[in-house]
C-alpha cells in the first residue's frame, strides 16, 4: 500500500549517517549486553535508517489524521501500515543478522552463544 502524498519523511540529515559510521562497530546500546559487537554495513545501516525515518514520518501522519477528526476508518488503515512497515523492518535487521551475525559467531566458534541471544530477543519480539 502506497504511502498517501502528506506523508513524505525528510532524508535523516546527514549528522545522524555520521553519528552510525561512528557508532557502528560498538553493542547496540539498547537491550542487553552480547556476546559480539554488532558490525554492519554503511548501507545495512542506511537502508534501515530510512525505512525507520519513513514509519516515523508515517507515524506523525497519523497524529495529524487524529487531531484532525479524520474518519477512525482512515486511521486504522494507516496504523496498520506503520503495523506492516514495522514488521518489515524487524524482518531485514533479522535477515542481517543471520546473514552476518550468526555467520560472523560460527566463524569465531561462539555459535551457541549468538544462537541462545537470538532465541532471547526472538522470545522477546515474538
Do not use: W
Amino acid at each position: 500500500m502506497p504511502m498517501p502524498d502528506y506523508i513524505d519523511p525528510p532524508a535523516p540529515p546527514e549528522a545522524d549517517f555520521d553519528r552510525l559510521e561512528r557508532d557502528r562497530a560498538h553493542p547496540h546500546p539498547i537491550g542487553p549486553a552480547t556476546s559480539h559487537q554488532h558490525v554492519h554495513s554503511e548501507e545495512s545501516l542506511r537502508r534501515i535508517t530510512n525505512r525507520l525515518s519513513r514509519i516515523e514520518g508515517h507515524i506523525r501522519g497519523i497524529k495529524t489524521m487524529v487531531q484532525d477528526d479524520r474518519a477512525c476508518p482512515d486511521v486504522l488503515v494507516q496504523v496498520a501500515a506503520v503495523r506492516g512497515a514495522l514488521d518489515r523492518v524487524a524482518r531485514l535487521i533479522l535477515d542481517e543478522h543471520l546473514s552476518e551475525c550468526i555467520t560472523r559467531a560460527a566463524a569465531d566458534g561462539n555459535i551457541e552463544d549468538e544462537i541462545e541471544e537470538l532465541k532471547a530477543a526472538l522470545d522477546r519480539f515474538l
